[in-house]
């Protein structure tokens, strides 16, 4: 094994279809028009030195080492920012070229460090490759370096030197090593998109500077990489580097974060894991990264991981360590009795969002071939189960329309209920380039995100809406499209049901729905709304990308359709540019949909209901299967209280934190008589485990992950299973123990099975993926290169259906007890419930959950910022600290729920969405006061958490 290679062409590719025919070092060589003549030499296998160009950003021409000469042009130009032309004859060697890139070279040698040898980029250090490439051997003008270099300068005290910066946890900055080639700075401003660093000083005094002379941490950098990843010298440099040494070998796998699916080579030593960087030619990513992906693996090694598994009579007993003979044994006599004392319908199981489809799909295997019954289900079902129904009913298919790559292409861009730099901060990157280029940006959100005013991003328009009135503002903005004529007729006739059409926009044109009567529902003032309609309508191609912010809601599935009937109605869909983009919060929440873990279906959303469907897993299964619908999440919660659901199976999901009304799900695994956690560390929902099972993460697997854009992306191993098994192995086991004859050698003679079973798989398979890299189902023989996009000829159920969407007010109301709503939400630094992310040093970004509440309620209740305040609904309460900001409007408050012992679902209510059970979320009636300490139920919980955690023979394990 050996590094990936990864070409860097020195400038970005063009787009132009037409060709330009060029001569260069006397080869002919044909590019697109705008083509960089350093990267068309490139293309043509000649590399001209260079050392502030990298083909991750435009051309900047300030190193003046890729100079060239042109025949019948004066000069010397720089060949990055040289576009070609027809016919020209460039010459990327002559005496000429010699002589200046090496006097170049002697002056940037002359004020630079030579350590090399001890240096961490010895071996990966572009100024020390380019000093070869030009033949440098001496420099005329010394090495004391004595602007920058050194601390002292002949015994006295060197002004111009800098310490380095340590200040972050994953990467230096050592300004001494700067040779202001702008790299990271433009990395900073045009691939991440924060303009976090500049260039301070002149001359020889000019070096990278984080904000207005800040170190690192305290800066407005939000670590994401690119800076590091673009520096051509040790000036920025990852840590584990420093401490490890030069990777020998790397391998290209998926990011096990959220729903963007960024690809990244992983980077070894042996089987240590020396440092994530993203790979280029990644799909979804394009060679991006955010601090989780490309520095958050530290959980994988942590010492709190469990690696043997575990048993316990009752969960108020001790762990007591077994074999993993004896815990599948064991696992499976406690399923056996529970079915053969309370019925085959008592045991159920729920499959992980952060497996791989591999895993997933033999979980709900078991459940069905093992359980004899259709009791699985997944997180999806507290996420984005609404968008399965709602795209569904519209569409035809379950899942969003676009590529990433097509936010490049869009004209307006609506943004309803997420928060991209945050939640999917690569995409919105992305998302943030393309709004500098001139796209515009409409927000429909209860909070001022960032992306509503950020550095060259500001939005047209905010749409400040109060929680719970979604249906209400996407209702009348189709009001204002349809009133005022701005409707794609023709799209609208060809490609959709004409009568539903009529019939839904008599509805919508209804004064009710008008932005003038829904403004004292929604907040939203009409003039904002209906500009924002209009533009929507008439600016271009238009699309949508929405969160959990939509789906979250008593009405989360009629949102998600009332969104469908927006693009169709002015056409925006089926092209590059357009569409319907839900944002996924987990790395394979699309992928656990797909591979059959909602209680009524079967791999690639068939019901179960279904005879010929049914009949072709039967057949190769060899059982008969269930034809009715099983428990979802909150039914079997529900059931088990009641006392008919008596034992569960979860892999990788933490349901006590994750999951509303945490007393509810508390009173339901503690009803039960066999609770069997699979995961990493012991989570919350192991507090009432009776089996644990070790889990293995994202590097010690192999498997496919689907992410957002129905990309599936290949999963690979790069070390060995700290607790010995993958996890499609332990399923396997378990299965095995429970009399099931499987016997797959490798995941991906289980992916061909998927293949065999699911249409929309048809030619998916390990060798096929490795060839193309990753593909967009449906990938089957009408789609043989996949599906970038959806819907390009015609919608999958035919015609496009417009439905009415209503507005039903959420029962959860406010009042006089509860006057407040809350609204919940992620943070940067963290993922989900934090048990991966806390792990790791992004503690350090985000150690605690705050609440945001608006000055003029703060000061109403006499809360300061930084105070301790008790945050209550009807279903119980919290305690955390205030952080008072105009980010949320008056009335509203928020706050996120990674860290445990804020556990915000505890204020949660079991209020869901009509269609799915989807919970509400993101609308809960609270009542803010200031606070001398926990809550009882705090206090409680914490001694809970430290009782289960007890493993005989150990100290207390950490959750």
């Given at each position: 094994m050996s590094l990936v290679p990864e070409i860097d062409f020195g400038t970005p590719a063009a787009r132009s279809e037409k060709m330009v025919t060029l001569t260069i070092d006397g080869n002919a060589v044909t590019v697109p028009e705008g083509t960089s003549i350093m990267r068309?030499?490139?293309?043509?296998?000649?590399?001209?030195p260079k050392l502030c160009a990298t083909d991750m950003v435009d051309a900047f021409g300030s190193c003046r080492l890729c100079l060239v000469e042109i025949e019948g042009r004066n000069g010397t130009p720089a060949s990055c920012t040289t576009p070609v032309a027809p016919g020209l004859i460039v010459h990327t060697q002559t005496g000429r070229l010699k002589d200046i890139r090496k006097g170049v070279m002697e002056l940037y040698i002359s004020d630079h460090p030579l350590d090399c040898l001890t240096c961490a980029a010895n071996g990966d250090c572009e100024l020390q490759d380019m000093a070869g490439a030009v033949g440098l051997r001496d420099v005329r003008y010394g090495y004391e370096g004595d602007n920058h270099v050194k601390a002292r300068s002949n015994g006295e005290t060197n002004a111009r030197w800098m310490p380095k910066d340590e200040s972050n946890p994953y990467f230096t900055y050592d300004p001494s090593k700067c040779i202001v080639c702008s790299r990271c700075v433009r990395a900073c401003e045009e691939v991440q998109g924060t303009f976090a660093l500049t260039i301070e000083g002149r001359g020889f005094d000019s070096r990278v500077s984080p904000g207005m002379h800040e170190n690192f941490l305290e800066s407005e950098c939000v670590s994401c990489g690119a800076c590091v990843q673009a520096c051509p010298t040790a000036t920025l440099t990852e840590k584990s580097v420093i401490e490890i040494g030069q990777p020998e070998h790397s391998v290209v796998t998926t990011c096990a974060y959220c729903g963007v699916g960024c690809s990244f080579k992983a980077e070894m030593r042996g089987e240590e894991l020396v440092r994530?960087?993203?790979?280029?030619?990644?799909?979804?990513?394009?060679?991006?990264?955010?601090?989780?992906?490309?520095?958050?693996?530290?959980?994988?090694?942590?010492?709190?991981?469990?690696?043997?598994?575990?048993?316990?009579?009752?969960?108020?007993?001790?762990?007591?360590?077994?074999?993993?003979?004896?815990?599948?044994?064991?696992?499976?006599?406690?399923?056996?009795?529970?079915?053969?004392?309370?019925?085959?319908?008592?045991?159920?199981?729920?499959?992980?969002?952060?497996?791989?489809?591999?895993?997933?799909?033999?979980?709900?295997?078991?459940?069905?071939?093992?359980?004899?019954?259709?009791?699985?289900?997944?997180?999806?079902?507290?996420?984005?189960?609404?968008?399965?129904?709602?795209?569904?009913?519209?569409?035809?298919?379950?899942?969003?329309?676009?590529?990433?790559?097509?936010?490049?292409?869009?004209?307006?861009?609506?943004?309803?209920?997420?928060?991209?730099?945050?939640?999917?901060?690569?995409?919105?990157?992305?998302?943030?380039?393309?709004?500098?280029q001139g796209a515009k940006l409409i927000v429909i959100d209860p909070r001022r995100i960032d992306l509503v005013s950020s550095p060259h991003v500001k939005a047209s328009y905010h749409l400040p809406l109060r929680p719970g009135t979604n249906v209400a503002v996407v209702t009348a903005l189709a009001h204002v499209i349809v009133t005022e004529g701005l409707y794609d007729e023709k799209f609208v006739r060809e490609r959709c049901d004409w009568s539903e059409f009529e019939d839904w926009a008599a509805f919508v044109a209804e004064p009710r729905h008008s932005p003038e009567e829904t403004e004292a529902l929604t907040g939203v003032p009409a003039e904002t709304l209906r500009g924002a309609a209009r533009l929507f309508a008439t600016g271009g191609n238009g699309s949508i990308y929405y969160g959990l912010g939509v789906t979250e809601h008593s009405q989360g599935s009629t949102t998600v359709m009332a969104i469908a009937n927006l693009v169709m109605a002015t056409g925006n869909i089926g092209r590059d540019g357009v569409g319907v983009n839900p944002l996924r919060g987990q790395n394979n929440v699309q992928g656990s949909c797909d591979m059959g873990s909602f209680p009524h279906e079967l791999p690639g959303y068939r019901h179960i209901s279904d005879d010929s469907t049914r009949e072709i897993f039967e057949k190769l299964w060899g059982v008969t299967l269930n034809d009715e619908p099983g428990l979802r999440i909150p039914n079997m919660l529900d059931a088990a209280v009641e006392g008919t659901f008596k034992g569960l199976y979860i892999q990788g999901e933490d349901i006590l934190q994750s999951d509303p009304d945490t007393k509810h799900v508390s009173a339901g695994l503690a009803a039960m008589e066999c609770v069997v956690v699979q995961d990493l560390f012991l989570n919350e929902t192991a507090n009432y485990a009776h089996v644990f099972l070790p889990g293995s993460t994202f590097l010690e697997k192999d498997g496919t992950f689907t992410n957002a854009e129905r990309r599936i992306n290949r999963v690979r191993r790069v070390m060995t299973p700290k607790n010995g098994?993958?996890?499609?192995?332990?399923?396997?086991?378990?299965?095995?123990?429970?009399?099931?004859?499987?016997?797959?050698?490798?995941?991906?003679?289980?992916?061909?099975?998927?293949?065999?079973?699911?249409?929309?798989?048809?030619?998916?398979?390990?060798?096929?993926?490795?060839?193309?890299?990753?593909?967009?189902?449906?990938?089957?023989?009408?789609?043989?290169?996949?599906?970038?996009?959806?819907?390009?000829?015609?919608?999958?159920?035919?015609?496009?259906?417009?439905?009415?969407?209503?507005?039903?007010?959420?029962?959860?109301?406010?009042?006089?007890?509860?006057?407040?709503?809350?609204?919940?939400?992620?943070?940067?630094?963290?993922?989900?419930?934090?048990?991966?992310?806390?792990?790791?040093?992004?503690?350090?970004?985000?150690?605690?959950?705050?609440?945001?509440?608006?000055?003029h309620d703060a000061e109403n209740r006499g809360i300061r910022d930084g105070d301790w305040v008790r945050l209550a609904s009807r279903a119980g309460e919290t305690t955390l600290r205030a952080l008072v900001t105009d980010r949320v409007s008056p009335g509203v408050v928020y706050t996120t729920f990674h860290h445990p012992m804020t556990q915000a679902n505890v204020i949660t209510t079991d209020f869901s969405d009509w269609a799915t059970n989807c919970p509400e979320y993101k609308v809960t009636a609270v009542q803010i006061s200031p606070s001398n300490g926990p809550s009882d139920w705090q206090v409680e919980y914490d001694e809970l958490s430290r009782q289960s955690r007890r493993i005989k023979g150990k100290l207390e394990a950490a959750e």
């Open positions: 068309a030499s490139m293309e043509a296998g000649i590399q001209v994530m960087v993203p790979w280029k030619d990644g799909q979804a990513n394009r060679g991006h990264s955010c601090v989780k992906g490309r520095f958050a693996y530290g959980y994988s090694t942590h010492r709190d991981r469990i690696l043997n598994p575990m048993i316990r009579e009752k969960i108020t007993d001790p762990w007591r360590e077994v074999t993993w003979e004896e815990a599948y044994a064991h696992t499976a006599a406690e399923f056996r009795r529970i079915q053969y004392q309370y019925g085959r319908d008592s045991i159920g199981g729920i499959t992980s969002s952060r497996c791989t489809n591999e895993e997933t799909y033999l979980v709900q295997k078991l459940v069905r071939a093992g359980f004899g019954n259709n009791n699985v289900d997944t997180c999806a079902r507290v996420c984005h189960s609404p968008t399965g129904y709602g795209l569904g009913q519209a569409f035809g298919t379950s899942a969003g329309t676009q590529n990433f790559d097509s936010v490049e292409f869009t004209d307006v861009v609506i943004v309803i209920g997420a928060n991209p730099t945050d939640g999917h901060p690569v995409f919105a990157s992305r998302l943030k380039k393309r709004l500098r098994y993958a996890d499609w192995e332990v399923t396997q086991n378990l299965a095995q123990a429970m009399g099931l004859g499987w016997n797959y050698n490798h995941p991906a003679e289980i992916m061909d099975e998927i293949a065999a079973t699911t249409p929309s798989f048809a030619l998916v398979s390990y060798d096929y993926l490795d060839k193309v890299g990753s593909v967009q189902w449906p990938c089957n023989d009408k789609h043989p290169l996949g599906s970038p996009i959806m819907h390009t000829d015609g919608f999958v159920r035919g015609k496009g259906k417009f439905i009415r969407t209503e507005y039903v007010a959420t029962d959860e109301k406010t009042g006089p007890r509860f006057p407040l709503l809350l609204t919940t939400g992620r943070i940067l630094s963290q993922y989900n419930v934090g048990a991966q992310t806390r792990r790791t040093d992004n503690v350090l970004w985000h150690e605690e959950d705050r609440l945001e509440m608006h000055p």
